[in-house]
């Protein structure tokens, strides 16, 4: 199974607005990462927090992570219809040394 | 730097027939990962090499499926023989030690 967990599946909001997506795990992490995928393309990544740190921005997106809850987020602000893609939360377990990946939210952008 | 690079970038075969796919990780990553992507199981990490090592295989189907990465700048991905429920983009993606992965455009194979 899955180690992460989005939440929602999917999220349709319009040009401006800001989304927000959830991601928990299960295990203990050495860090927690974000990945964006447009149709047909490979995984971007987007952003790492490790799991000493609480909060990381970078331009509109900004991570939070709660280890206490295994649960992390990912905002982005203003949204624009090129942020429509999956967004995918990936765990780097203490267990191990490779990520496992989540089934991902499916983010649409009207614009 | 060109990013990982994976060849070919799509591949149609027939059932039976080997299929072996490419991926060149960026100079420097002593990492490389090879995932399966579905509709129906999502990413899955199939295999990966830590300086040229393999660590974790347990995620290969079958027998059917090989690895190998014979120096850092290359390795491969074989399915002999290959069945129609092989059909996935594969993504190749490479690391340096606690950093972001970087991701190959993937190969999309269908199998018939």
């Known amino acids: 199974s899955q180690q992460g967990e989005e939440d929602p599946q999917a999220l349709s909001i319009q040009e401006g607005e800001n989304a927000t997506m959830n991601c928990s795990y299960k295990?203990?992490?050495?860090?927690l990462q974000w990945y964006r995928q447009n149709s047909g393309r490979g995984l971007v990544h987007l952003i790492l927090i490790r799991s000493n740190e609480r909060e990381k921005h970078s331009g509109r997106l900004r991570v939070t992570l709660d280890t206490s809850k295994k649960s992390s987020s990912l905002l982005i602000t203003a949204s624009r219809a090129a942020d429509t893609a999956s967004y995918f939360c990936a765990t780097d377990a203490i267990s191990g040394s490779r990520l496992t990946f989540g089934e991902g939210t499916q983010l649409t952008v009207n614009p | 730097d060109a990013g990982v690079i994976q060849s070919p970038r799509h591949e149609v075969t027939e059932m039976g027939q080997e299929v072996t796919l490419r991926c060149k990780p960026i100079s420097g990553h002593n990492s490389l990962f090879w995932y399966r992507q579905t509709m129906m199981r999502g990413l899955e990490l199939l295999i990966y090499?830590?300086?040229?090592?393999?660590?974790?295989d347990s995620g290969m189907p079958e027998d059917r499926f090989s690895a190998k990465m014979p120096n850092a700048s290359f390795s491969t991905l074989k399915i002999q023989p290959s069945e129609p429920r092989d059909s996935a983009v594969y993504f190749c993606?490479?690391?340096?030690?606690?950093?972001?992965?970087?991701f190959g455009s993937g190969t999309r194979l269908t199998v018939v």
């Open positions: 993606a490479s690391s340096a030690a606690n950093y972001g992965y970087t």
């Open positions: 090499f830590n300086n040229n090592v393999p660590i974790d």
């Open positions: 295990t203990s992490i050495n860090n």
